[in-house]
């Protein structure tokens, strides 16, 4: 599976955007998959996982209530909707394919990692 992550930008406090992740290669639809960030100076972190049909979903704590996970099996493409955006949530994201089962949200679990996109949040 080869991913590409697109979307990012730089808009202000309160806007949204949304992420795209196109993949090509082996059955996308059959992954869960899932989006992680990397602030400048810290370590990657999850960020939301959703399930091979969509019909489950995770997400970090902080971002919950604000951001959305979907995904479209038939373009395989996966989406991140972001809304209300902070300062905080400015970094680089990454979309990556989940390798063992559902619910883990360990770097070391997710594999295929696209390129990033930057999202770049001003306040």
């Known amino acids: 599976v080869q991913l590409q992550a697109f979307g990012g930008g730089l808009v202000q406090a309160g806007d949204s955007l949304r992420l795209s992740c196109t993949a090509s290669?082996?059955?996308?639809?059959?992954?869960?998959m899932g989006w992680f960030r990397q602030a400048p100076g810290k370590e990657r972190e999850f960020v939301a996982a959703?399930?091979?049909?969509?019909?489950?979903?995770d997400y970090t704590h902080s971002v919950e209530g604000r951001f959305t996970i979907s995904r479209d099996n038939a373009k395989n493409t996966l989406y991140l909707q972001m809304n209300t955006l902070k300062p905080e949530d400015t970094a680089v994201y990454y979309c990556?394919?989940?390798?063992?089962?559902?619910?883990?949200?360990?770097?070391?679990?997710?594999?295929?990692w696209g390129q990033g996109t930057k999202v770049t949040v001003s306040s």
């Open positions: 990556a394919v989940l390798t063992t089962g559902w619910g883990s949200r360990r770097e070391a679990d997710f594999r295929f």
């Open positions: 290669g082996r059955a996308f639809s059959t992954y869960a």
């Open positions: 959703i399930t091979w049909r969509g019909g489950g979903t």
